[in-house]
């Protein structure tokens, strides 16, 4: 059964840095594209960064110039390294991946994980 399991959340402090990964597990043949989500209580979801299967980065703006992305395709894993926190990047972040198994591609969600900025 393929799963996306987010780890990595956590409490810190404004202005610090936490690293979210994402990891597919299971059997499949490829992962195509991998999209970070985060949801606030009260809020809608919102798109943090979209990181499509031929590398093209997609960056919300309440983001850009502190988080990253990265892929390690050995390892199944998107990682997202969050820099520069702020109390308004606190959300349940969630990662999403269009994965194929033999000749069906299916989208699959992580369980999330919580960050929160806060001192």
């Known amino acids: 059964q393929v799963q996306l399991v987010e780890s990595g959340g956590g409490l810190v402090q404004p202005g610090g840095s936490l690293r979210l990964s994402c990891s597919a597990s299971?059997?499949?043949?490829?992962?195509?594209?991998m999209v970070w989500y985060r949801q606030a209580p009260g809020r809608q979801r919102d798109l943090v960064v979209r990181f499509s299967g031929g590398g093209t980065t997609e960056y919300a703006d309440f983001v850009k110039g502190r988080f990253t992305i990265s892929r390690d395709n050995a390892k199944n894993t998107v990682s997202l390294q969050m820099n520069s926190l702020k109390p308004e990047d606190t959300a349940v972040y969630y990662c999403t991946g269009d994965i194929r198994i033999t000749t069906t591609w299916r989208n699959y969600w992580g369980q999330g994980t919580q960050v929160t900025v806060s001192s």
């Open positions: 299971g059997s499949f043949a490829e992962i195509s594209l």
